[in-house]
């Protein structure tokens, strides 16, 4: 008899922890360790306390690399920017209820520009925020740090919040890829992949890595032992 074995985990480095002077040096070092998607951390200094980057950092990465471009939408009014960075080459736009009144047009907007749409929950949001449009969605982000900084530390609450969106994701038939972001690291990455979460952002654990290109497969391969 044959078991459906579960897909190893997709790892996903953000590169708000690269050194940008080198960003093509650096997205070359992701690919040639591994990485399944490249992180965009688009941060507007109002939703959270930080600036990033915008439409044209992401059309710098899309002509770098063909791996998927996941899109962390840290805004307010992200409808603002869908278009533009559609057209930059995202293959994830992932917005945040917490900003996002009328969350369902908006996923449905992201998915109209033929890419896939997300949500994402901060620390203290709860579930409930996404259950209605669970089955719309393609990936849905549990925060496990109050975003807007990389390298703080992981909030373990969220394991438990991501083994419930687990289920929810399950109990509503969602194709949704479940994510994690914030203070992963080899010590963390285990238990959240136990709690039944498919994607890791990484950011200051790969970058700050003795051997980041070395460090994408550790991380996926702390996930492998507990598979
Ligand atoms: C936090 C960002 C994260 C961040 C993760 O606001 O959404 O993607 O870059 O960084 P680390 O892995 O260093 O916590
Ligand atoms: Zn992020």
């Known amino acids: 008899m044959t078991r459906s074995r579960r897909p190893s985990a997709i790892i996903a480095p953000s590169i708000l922890s690269a050194d940008l002077a080198r960003l093509a040096d650096e997205i070359a070092m992701l690919e040639a360790g591994g990485a399944d998607w ?34 962390h ?11 533009d960075f559609a057209a930059a080459g995202a293959d994830v ?18 998915k109209e520009l033929g890419k896939r749409a997300g949500a994402a929950l901060n620390p203290s949001t709860p579930l409930d925020a996404v259950r209605e449009v669970a089955s719309d969605l393609d990936l849905l982000l549990v925060m496990s740090v109050n975003p807007g900084f990389g390298g ?3 909030i373990a609450q ?18 949704a890829v479940l994510e994690i972001d914030g203070g992963i690291n080899r010590d963390t990455i285990a238990a959240a992949w136990r709690a039944g979460v498919d994607a890791f952002v990484a ?5 700050a890595a003795a051997d980041p290109r070395a460090e994408i497969g550790a991380l996926r391969g702390r996930c492998a032992e507990v598979a």
């Open 38 to 71: 490249v992180h965009v951390d688009v941060m507007d200094g109002r939703f959270v306390p930080n600036l990033t980057f915008g439409a044209k950092l992401i059309e710098t990465v899309r002509r770098l690399t063909a791996l998927p471009i996941d899109v």
């Open 73 to 83: 939408m840290m805004v307010v009014e992200p409808e603002k920017y869908l278009d």
């Open 93 to 110: 736009l992932t917005i945040h209820p917490e900003v996002s009144p009328h969350l369902h047009r908006q996923l449905a907007r992201i």
């Open 152 to 154: 703080q530390r992981f």
């Open 158 to 175: 969220a394991l438990d919040k991501a083994a419930r969106a687990r289920r929810m994701l399950d109990d509503a038939r969602s194709p």
């Open 203 to 207: 950011g200051n654990a790969i970058f």
